[in-house]
């Protein structure tokens, strides 16, 4: 890796006979090509989470060509598992999701050097798996192993492209790019795991994490071959249901960047106290003057979904120029359609000093059935 934040490739294997028969609908593109194609057969990624995310990534990714794939997990497969991750079936039940995915990867693609990690990723392991790849996808599902893995690859000045799901929306970025903004520079520090929102409480359709996983291996390949628009510097938002995307900015904050080492303390003492707020509860905060209620969707899902409580309408996308406006001594309470955003929202109000902020579990959809 340079310090620019390129992966820098030399060409050392060149393809077979039988990779460019199988790669050659993909080479006809220019954009692609065999150059293209030499990049990533010699390149290699480290997949971090072999569940919902991972599945679509490492099967698109080795399909693709990447020459080396790792894939760090420690989560045998379960029956619950298998609507959403398509790489397993019944037969894989209880067995340790990283040893399936490999087997079954090099079956799709023998050309492949697959490497199986049936660990978890630790501060006292991330640099020494990470170090020897040349950018990671992060597929995990908890923040813990998120901000692990940024500050990881901050230390190590390597790239990682981060994708989230749940219920029908699906988060993607890429970080840490061409000096470009970190996991942190988005959110400084994790949510109080009491407070955040999972697959397992929320649920998630099967097919997001596809779409999503989806999206990340195309940001790998983009960032390989070097063609195309990145996604760093913005975080991109997919709704299925409506089949809307939005973009958040992030900007790049050096006080955020200098880290220099790790512990598996930090990422479980490190937490943003935020606090849910139940349907009833907000209903009677309408008219209450000590409580601000910001809905945080876009302008025209509020005109098309209506406006339920009288809120300021400040979509994610604009909060963190407009935040300075909202003043401080006030309760705030945020919404959105799902929680989802409305919960990145409150991680932001929190990091910029506001000490009451209430978020709406499950979102305007619950309060529509309440």
Not at 5 to 10: A, C, T, V, W
Not at 138 to 148: E, G, I, K, Q, V
Not at 294 to 318: M, S, T
């Amino acid at each position: 890796m340079n310090q620019s934040g390129k992966i820098g490739i030399k060409f050392l294997m060149m393809l077979t006979n039988l990779e460019t028969e199988q790669y050659r609908r993909q080479m006809v593109l220019p954009e692609i090509g065999e150059e293209g194609q030499d990049k990533l057969k010699n390149s290699n990624v480290l997949v971090v989470g072999a569940g919902g995310l991972g599945c679509p990534v490492l099967s698109y990714l080795v399909a693709c060509g990447v020459g080396k794939i790792g894939i760090i997990d420690d989560d045998n497969v379960e029956v619950s598992n298998l609507h959403r991750q398509v790489l397993y079936s019944h037969q894989d039940v209880g067995i340790n999701k990283a040893k399936v995915a490999a087997q079954k990867l090099r079956n799709l693609n023998p050309s492949i050097d697959i490497v199986a990690y049936s660990q978890r990723l630790t501060a006292q392991n991330a640099i020494r798996i990470i170090k020897d790849y040349n950018l990671l996808v992060d597929c995990t599902d908890n923040f813990r192993s998120r901000y692990l893995i940024n500050d990881t690859c901050v230390i190590l000045n390597k790239p990682f492209v981060f994708g989230s799901v749940l219920r029908f929306e699906g988060q993607v970025s890429v970080f840490n790019y061409q000096n470009g903004p970190t996991y942190r520079c988005l959110f400084n520090t994790p949510p109080n795991p009491e407070n955040s929102i999972s697959c397992n409480d929320a649920g998630v359709l099967g097919l997001i994490p596809g779409i999503v996983g989806s999206f990340q291996a195309m940001e790998v390949i983009k960032i390989i071959c070097g063609i195309g628009e990145v996604l760093f510097g913005k975080l991109m938002i997919y709704n299925g249901l409506k089949n809307e995307y939005s973009w958040v900015k992030i900007d790049r904050d050096e006080n955020k960047v200098n880290i220099s080492s790790l512990s598996d303390s930090i990422y479980s003492s490190e937490i943003i106290k935020t606090k849910d707020i139940n349907p009833i509860e907000l209903k009677g905060k309408v008219n209450d003057p000590e409580w601000i209620i910001i809905d945080v969707r876009e302008k025209d899902e509020v005109e098309v979904f209506g406006d339920l409580f009288n809120a300021i309408c400040i979509p994610l996308k604009n909060l963190k120029s407009e935040i300075n406006c909202i003043p401080k001594n006030r309760r705030i309470a945020l919404v959105c359609q799902s929680g989802i955003r409305s919960s990145l929202a409150a991680n932001i109000f929190i990091e910029n000093g506001y000490e009451e902020v209430y978020n709406l579990k499950n979102g305007i959809n619950s309060l529509v059935k309440s």
